[in-house]
């Protein structure tokens, strides 16, 4: 039998910091549950949040129609979801230490170990920086503890839980997943059949993973990347420039400059700075001229530069991998810890619409996509009940 990870709870010591269930009383809310006010603060600060994650790795998500409106039910949901469970442990009597949660807040301090403006490890700035992030949520020590000890009680009842209703990983389980997964990989047309018959949504699964699992042994390639900007809004004269600029680049690494240098001079890309202007390519993934000149150069050599739809690249050859194979046992482990966090995340997911199916929760934030479908099923009303009389 496969050992399963330490159990993993949806609620996390090291949530936002702003996601307190306390507050005063006369502040507004977006729902109750069971009488309990879910603050608007809350609701505020943790959409904040997930915004700003979405403008960082998806922005495309946040140009369509009423994206924030998505978001905000799902914040909502979690929101609703975290008080009712708060609330099933405060009334299971779920006992915590102090010990544990001063090991709570201590965790939570480490990740302030690194100063943000300088980027180096301050332990001794590890309290100022933890103290201040507390004052930026409006919140004090004492109250974080309560939030703390609330977390804490949270994940010891859903330990408990989860033991009640999770069944352990046997090995045979995570062999199960890895054949249909090696079907995927080698486009076993007759098992992928077979697996779809069986459930569409196991074969969604093993899509998924035999993705994840071709970009991890796929042949590989890491270079040094200059870039210059030059898209298609631009003026040709600039864009000109940049060709000029590419090309004199390309001169220089020729007669000696250092590539290194080069990326810190000259990159328009600021974000692989802090690598060296380096980067990982994956076979196929990159633009057609980048990857037809990754994967053919030699280890060592610079390309001329590299046209595409963004701009100039000139990349170094810095080191190639070959394509690797996998094995069950090189797998076994991950696809084990998969299936049972699936299995925990489903026992929650059950286990929580258990206490919302007996729970009093009345939602007061109203959304604008809600309205227009409010405002277009009254007109669409309207204009039926208008039929008959201009008969």
């Known amino acids: 039998m496969m050992k399963m990870n330490k159990w993993l709870v949806a609620v ?25 006010p879910v603050l608007a603060s809350e609701y505020d600060s943790l959409l904040d949040g997930v915004v700003e994650q979405y403008q960082a790795a998806a922005p495309q ?7 924030k409106d998505i978001l905000g039910k799902e914040v909502l949901k979690e929101l609703i979801s975290k008080e009712l469970l708060y609330q099933a442990a405060d009334e299971a009597k779920v006992q915590v230490k102090d010990s544990e949660i001063d090991s709570g807040i201590n965790e939570i301090k480490s990740r302030f170990i690194v100063d943000e403006k300088t980027g180096k490890e301050d332990p001794a700035g590890a309290d100022k920086r ?11 020590l004492k109250r974080y503890k309560e939030k703390i000890k609330k977390d804490i009680a949270v994940r010891k009842l859903m330990e408990e839980k989860i033991k009640e209703s999770v069944k352990p990983v046997e090995e045979a389980d995570a062999k199960a997943l ?20 069986e459930d569409p949504m196991k074969l969604r699964e093993a899509q998924l993973i035999a993705a994840k699992l071709k970009q991890l042994t796929a042949e590989q390639v890491r270079i040094g990347h200059i870039y210059l900007a030059a898209t298609k809004d631009m003026k040709p004269e600039e864009v000109k420039k940049k060709e000029d600029l ?10 000696g400059l250092d590539f290194s240098a080069a990326v810190q001079k000259y990159t328009e890309d600021k974000a692989s700075l802090a690598g060296g202007g380096d980067m990982i390519l994956i076979k196929g993934i990159a633009p057609k001229g980048i990857d037809e000149k990754a994967f053919s150069l030699s280890v060592g050599k610079v390309s001329a530069p590299i046209k595409t739809e963004l701009g100039y690249h000139i990349i170094k050859i810095k080191e190639k991998r070959a394509e690797k194979t996998i094995t069950f046992q090189d797998v076994a482990q991950d696809l084990g810890q998969y299936l049972a966090q699936q299995r925990i995340q489903a026992a929650m997911a059950q286990y929580i619409e258990s206490l919302y199916s007996k729970a009093d929760v009345k939602v007061t934030k109203t959304f ?4 227009l479908i409010e405002e277009a099923a009254a007109k669409q009303a309207a204009q039926q009940e208008s039929k008959p009389a201009s008969k």
């Open 12 to 36: 996390s010591l090291i949530a936002a910091l702003g996601l307190s269930a306390n507050g005063k009383v006369m502040e507004s809310s977006v729902a109750t549950v069971n009488g309990r």
């Open 61 to 67: 998500f946040l140009e369509q129609p009423y994206a």
């Open 130 to 140: 933890f103290t201040e992030a507390l004052k930026k949520q409006g919140l004090t």
């Open 178 to 197: 890895y054949e249909n997964v090696e079907a995927v990989m080698k486009n076993n047309t007759k098992k992928i059949k077979a697996i779809e018959k």
């Open 246 to 255: 590419a090309k004199q680049i390309k001169k220089e690494l020729d007669e």
């Open 368 to 371: 604008e996509s809600d309205k």
